[in-house]
């Protein structure tokens, strides 16, 4: 399928979404985003793939929502059309496993972009920010709530009220990162992770994320209540056989997604 704004490509179960407006450093615009939106739920529904990264360029995840479009909204139009929820909220309806591969900035909803993966990887130059109070705005997608869980209270108090960016260092030390690899490595680097993660079995690979994501959206005892339900429900699996009987018989497992 031809996009304008991103890059799609698959190798193996691994799909790879680059977003690609290199001229204003990815900045979202509602183009890029029904893109996103759409290459994302494509993949979901695509057996072959078992995992997907975003990334972006060297210099940039993303820096932001489009703020030069952003700039001549009304309350009025943002209030009626109810302001770019509709293609940011894509993401979120997808079931397999998401990595964030950020290089360079990521600022604004580019940060909260890649806060809505499921995990972040980062390169050395990464750079990430809530810079939209400088604007005269405040975070408007997911950012007073995602990056508070990922860093705490201070650290994200900190980063929004002063705009002020945080490096790879410090987003990992935080909580917000997962791992971090040199710039010219980072892809290399997460494909493998992907890939990795592709060789899993999908429903069980799909059923941690439900189940991780879960953590963030309710009290303990239901949250454990919860992933006993889908541990239970492995044991409907092939799959669950299969790994366990290859165990046993110690050799490599072969897994259908079933
Ligand atoms: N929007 C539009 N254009 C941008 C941009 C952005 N966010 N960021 C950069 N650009 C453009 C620049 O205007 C410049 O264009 P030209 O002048 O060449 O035409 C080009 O990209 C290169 O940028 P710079 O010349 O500024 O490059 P530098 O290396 O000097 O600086 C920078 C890089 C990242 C520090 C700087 O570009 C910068 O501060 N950018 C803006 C960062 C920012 O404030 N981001 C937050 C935007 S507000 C919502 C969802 C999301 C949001 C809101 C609601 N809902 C679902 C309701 C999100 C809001 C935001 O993200």
Partial sequence: MGYNTILTQVDGKVATITLNRPQVLNALNDELMDELGAALLGFDADDNVGCII????????????????????????????????????????????????????????????AMMCDMIMAADNAKFGQPEVKLGIIPGAGGTQR????????????????????????????????????????????????????????LTAMMVKESINAAYETTLSEGIRFERRLFHACFGTNDQKEGMAAFVEKRPAKFTNS
């Fill in 54 to 113: 975003i990334t972006g360029s060297e210099k940039a995840f993303a820096a932001g929502a489009d703020v030069a479009k952003m700039a001549k909204y009304s309350l009025q139009e943002v209030y009626r059309h109810d302001y770019i929820s509709r293609n940011w909220e894509q993401i979120r309806k997808v079931r397999k496993p998401v990595i964030a591969a950020v290089a360079g900035y990521a600022l604004g909803g580019g940060c909260e972009l």
């Fill in 147 to 202: 990056l508070p869980r990922a860093v705490g209270k201070a650290k994200a108090m900190d980063l929004a009220l002063t705009g002020r960016m945080m490096d790879a260092q410090e987003a990992e030390s935080a909580g917000l990162v997962a791992r971090i690899f040199p710039a010219a490595d980072l892809l290399k680097e997460v494909s493998a992770i992907a890939k990795n993660i592709a060789d899993m079995p999908l």
